[in-house]
T-cell receptor, first 113, second 112 residues
């Protein structure tokens, strides 16, 4: 089954405690991206990757890091989480030629206390 | 800054009616247009893509694109309560602008 898998789905953590949200896709997609979704603000892109070892900032990259060492994986790293990073996070992937046709993971709800 | 605008709603329609969702965009060179459906607490799901002017039909859904006026719309015929969701419009540019820009979504409520 074609899918994008995120983990963890739910996480409560404290300010400053480093965390990683993993994302893996099994569709051999070149393009992967991270979004956060907040009420009234819609989907905002954090980082994206056009292929292995190629990453770039989206609209709201501050406080986040990513890496793309393998085609299937695109982890999101919060080195020192803060309460304003409390949000619903989505990973998405697509074929490079049709980057608007995104497959989304189920989402990771993060709460930073 | 590329912008994609949607009325946040909620748009309320009776069961069986046609729901009309609209989206305008600012980047004239945009080439690809998408509609996603997002149920509450779930992830967005692609329901329609449209790349050229005119209408594209898929079952009860019709996407309409007018590049001259810079708008794209989604019509849902014979609306069902199960269509109640937030509908996100996404627009992708051409050339190096591969990254889609999302609107904030329109909430649709279909009442029995």
């Amino acid at each position: 089954e074609a899918q994008v898998t995120q983990n963890p789905r739910y996480l409560i953590t404290v300010t400053g405690k480093k965390l990683t949200v993993t994302c893996s896709q099994n569709m051999n997609h070149e393009y992967m991206s991270w979004y956060r979704q907040d009420p009234g603000l819609g989907l905002r892109q954090i980082y994206y990757s056009m292929n292995v070892e190629v990453t770039d900032k989206g609209d709201v990259p501050e406080g986040y890091k990513v890496s793309r060492k393998e085609k299937r994986n695109f982890p999101l790293i919060l080195e020192s989480p803060s309460p304003n990073q409390t949000s619903l996070y989505f990973c998405a992937s697509s074929l490079a030629g049709v980057t608007g046709e995104l497959f989304f993971g189920e989402g990771s709800r993060l709460t930073v206390l | 800054q590329k912008e994609v605008e949607q009325n946040s709603g909620p748009l309320s329609v009776p069961e069986g009616a046609i729901a009309s969702l609209n989206c305008t965009y600012s980047d004239r060179v945009s080439q690809s247009f998408f509609w996603y459906r997002q149920y509450s607490g779930k992830s967005p799901e692609l329901i329609m893509s449209i790349y050229s002017n005119g209408d594209k039909e898929d079952g009860r859904f019709t996407a309409q694109l007018n590049k001259a006026s810079q708008y794209v719309s989604l019509l849902i015929r014979d609306s069902q309560p199960s269509d109640s969701a937030t509908y996100l419009c996404a627009v992708r540019g051409s050339g190096g602008s591969y990254i889609p820009t999302f609107g904030r979504g329109t909430s649709l409520i279909v009442h029995p």
